[in-house]
């Protein structure tokens, strides 16, 4: 599993399910998404969030039970509100691509009711990069916006080729 979202996953757990201690912070990862991260790596993680001043601990028994700190909520709340504003331009680009693929096209670039896409790894990665991009580009800038139409073009041609291979299939 990627760190970055071991570390998103228990911070997030922690504001959501607090006070929590580390064995239960396990034990619902696993439950959401079929994981169990190791205490090695889960321990390390919630020290580094209360050294940030995100989290802290109060003792029960042997275990420690973890919180959010004001600051911690603070940085919380900041992350989910770019998470949904990310997922509503993810949502919004895959629309607007789908729509020059054609309707039939749409679903393999939008998630599904549960929330995951069916895309191709391939088109997913290109999509966040060009999102990336679109965020870092300097509009009163030439070689910015140039950045930008190449990747475009990159996404397209992709998209062309996916379109190609699923018009095969259909006559199949």
């Known amino acids: 599993m990627h760190k970055g979202f071991l570390n998103v996953a228990i ?26 991260p190791s205490p090695g790596s889960v321990y390390p ?16 028994g042997k275990r420690k039970l973890y919180s959010p700190t004001k600051s911690g909520l603070k940085v919380h709340e900041e992350f989910e509100s770019k998470r ?6 993810y949502r919004d680009l895959s629309e607007s691509v789908s729509k020059l693929m054609g309707e039939k096209k749409a679903e393999i670039l939008l998630p599904n009711n549960m929330g995951h896409s069916k895309q191709p790894a391939v ?50």
């Open 123 to 172: 088109v997913r990665k290109i999509l966040f990069r060009t999102m990336e991009i679109f965020k870092e580009t300097n509009w009163e800038n030439k070689k910015s916006i140039e950045k930008l139409i190449s990747q475009l073009k990159t996404l397209i041609d992709v998209l062309e080729t996916l379109k190609v291979e699923v018009n095969e299939d259909e006559h199949h």
């Open 45 to 60: 993680i919630l020290n580094a969030l209360v050294s940030k001043g995100y989290l802290r601990f109060e003792m029960d």
């Open 84 to 89: 949904v504003e990310l997922i509503e331009n």
């Open 11 to 36: 911070f997030s757990i922690v504001v959501k399910e607090h006070p929590i201690h580390g064995y239960r912070i396990m034990e619902l990862i696993e439950e959401k998404i079929g994981y169990k």
